[in-house]
């Protein structure tokens, strides 16, 4: 008998495992397991290493569905995370995504569906690659600032947190347009855009309040 598994990476503070499985829930997912790494980095650690995600491996089986949240969950390199939906669909499994509800089935034997689906693989990889690298620029310069002078003005404090800054990239990326993305988020228009349009100046506005405001 088949099986829905929802995999959460949780790396921050920011996120929660809570919010991630029920907007698996409204997207329509009825999920049988929910399995999830807490505090690991997406960028520096494979899936296959991180504690839970080794024991995810060892449970999925043919015909069983693979959920999650988007493919930045797997993880944020791109070699990884499309050998792992590779190996994932040679393996029978389905993974799906609740961002733009995506679909990726090894099953399909026409070729111009395989070529489209194997882009996006590639596709969405690179993306979520490039946003970690964007962010940890976008940190570090932060904090430099932050710490060379801490008294300097820090502008506006941003009205969106890690997650939602997270949740605007990763919606962008799919192809969300930004109503859709402000609904989803709660955050304003102006505000999306503003994300969309530099989020690398969206990152440095977060790190600058909480470098200043401390611990």
Do not use: C
């Not at 002078?149 to 009205?159: E, I, L, Q, T």
């Amino acid at each position: 008998m088949s099986r829905t598994i929802f995999y959460a990476r949780v790396s921050t503070a920011d996120q929660s495992l809570n919010l991630q499985r029920t907007q698996a829930e409204k997207a329509g997912f009825e999920i049988d397991e929910v399995v999830a790494d807490h505090g690991v980095s997406g960028v520096s650690t494979k899936l296959a290493e991180r504690p839970e995600g080794k024991r995810l491996f060892d449970k999925l089986r043919r015909g069983d569905v693979l959920v999650v949240r988007w493919v930045d969950r797997l993880g944020r390199d791109y070699q990884d995370v499309t050998d792992t939906i590779r190996n994932l669909m040679r393996q029978g499994v389905v993974v799906k995504t609740v961002i733009n509800g995506m679909v990726f089935d090894g099953a399909t034997e026409d070729p111009v569906q395989q070529a489209v689906r194997d882009a996006l693989i590639g596709f969405m990889a690179a993306t979520a690659q490039a946003q970690a690298e964007a962010t940890k620029a976008a940190q570090r310069a932060g904090i430099d600032a932050a710490k060379s002078d801490p008294k300097r003005y820090r502008g506006k404090k941003p009205s969106y947190d890690q997650r939602g800054l997270e949740q605007v990239q990763s919606m962008t990326a799919s192809g969300s347009g930004t109503s859709e993305i402000a609904k989803a988020t709660g955050l304003s228009r102006q505000t999306v855009l503003r994300i969309k349009v530099d989020p690398a100046a969206a990152q440095a506005a977060l790190e600058r309040w909480s470098v200043s405001e401390g611990p």
